[in-house]
């Protein structure tokens, strides 16, 4: 079975940085889709970067130009950088993966990220 792994989160200051990782039990390759969510309490999860099998990335606007997401095709850990941190950033951050072809539809547990004002 496939296990996915947040580590990295941490309570920061607004302005701060901060850098989660995934870490799967299974190297990730080309046609994994993998994702970063975010829950905060009372909230629904949303999609905070997405990086496809095609090789594209995409942020949700509230993200853009603060996270990168970054993966090494063949490695089995992806990474989520976030700079100049706010507090409506602060939530349980996901990792999930999504290969079509194995069927493989996975969720890590989630690190909570806090950022105090």
């Known amino acids: 079975q496939v296990q996915l792994v947040e580590s990295g989160g941490a309570q920061v200051q607004a302005g701060g940085s901060l850098t989660l990782s995934c870490t799967g039990t299974i190297n990730f390759y080309r046609d994994d889709n993998l994702s970063w969510y975010r829950q905060s309490p009372g909230k629904e999860r949303e999609l905070v970067a997405f990086?496809?099998?095609?090789?594209?990335?995409t942020y949700s606007d509230s993200v853009k130009g603060r996270f990168t997401m970054s993966r090494e095709i063949g490695e089995n850990i992806v990474y989520l950088q976030m700079t100049n941190l706010k507090p409506e950033d602060t939530a349980v951050y996901f990792c999930?993966?999504?290969?079509?072809?194995?069927?493989?539809?996975?969720w890590g547990q989630g690190t909570q990220v806090t950022v105090a004002s």
């Open positions: 990086s496809s099998s095609s090789g594209t990335t």
């Open positions: 999930h993966l999504r290969n079509f072809l194995l069927n493989l539809n996975e």
